[in-house]
């Protein structure tokens, strides 16, 4: 009586069986990955905005301090948008014919904001707060990255909850001197205080418990 199962049959069922223990594997790596992947976290992904805003010209090339613009930083929770009129203070003299402005010049005469759109946008659930953030020496572009080389701005960091609970345990690394917040160039010099003495000097005690950012 013949074989209904040739010997090659237990090589393709053990393959078969070892197939369908991966997949459930293979599903959640994935899964995984492509959650901390920088297309999951949003981060490189240009934002449209209504204006055309290039920060390498006003950040970069003009040196523009990023408080001129988001001005509430220091004060609010907010960084806040620049509104009409901050826009307006400059080019109502520089470029004021430009084509490239015509949106800024229709909402003036209209009287309503820029609908500027956000490009740092974190859940709804995580509280966060710019002017303790600044006032404690953690500098722009310590979570922008370098905005003075981004013709637009996109999010350099995953802004993870992962990613800002490695900065509250140790914060001294990320501080620097108030008077270089918005410094994109700025690199610690030797009379510079040490990160240990700005953790002392600003009395630097990040919290690390949930009600920090979630409440």
Request: net charge positive.
């Amino acid at each position: 009586m013949a074989w209904i199962f040739t010997p090659r049959a237990n090589t393709v069922a053990r393959v078969a069986a070892l197939g369908l223990l991966a997949m459930p594997v293979l599903g959640v790596g994935s899964l995984w990955l492509y959650a901390r992947s920088p297309l999951a976290q949003n981060m490189r992904q240009p934002v449209p905005q209504p204006v055309q805003f290039d920060h390498r010209h006003h950040a970069g090339d003009e040196a523009i301090d990023c408080r001129y613009c988001h001005n509430t930083v220091e004060v609010s929770p907010s960084a806040g948008y620049p509104s009409v009129s901050t826009c307006l203070n400059c080019h109502a003299q520089v470029w004021n014919q430009s084509p490239l402005l015509e949106p800024v010049r229709q909402a003036f005469f209209a009287d309503r904001p820029i609908p500027w759109r956000r490009v740092h946008d974190l859940p709804d659930f995580v509280y966060f707060n710019h002017s303790i953030h600044v006032r404690k020496g953690v500098g722009c572009v310590t979570c922008h990255g370098r905005v003075d080389l981004m013709p637009s701005v996109t999010q350099a960091h995953p802004l993870s909850m992962g990613w800002c609970l490695e900065c509250h345990r140790d914060p001294a690394p990320h501080l620097r001197p108030l008077s270089a917040l918005t410094s994109m160039r700025w690199e610690r010099r030797p009379e510079d205080p040490s990160p240990e003495e700005l953790v002392r000097r600003l009395d630097v005690l990040p919290r690390t418990d949930c009600t920090t950012c979630h409440r």
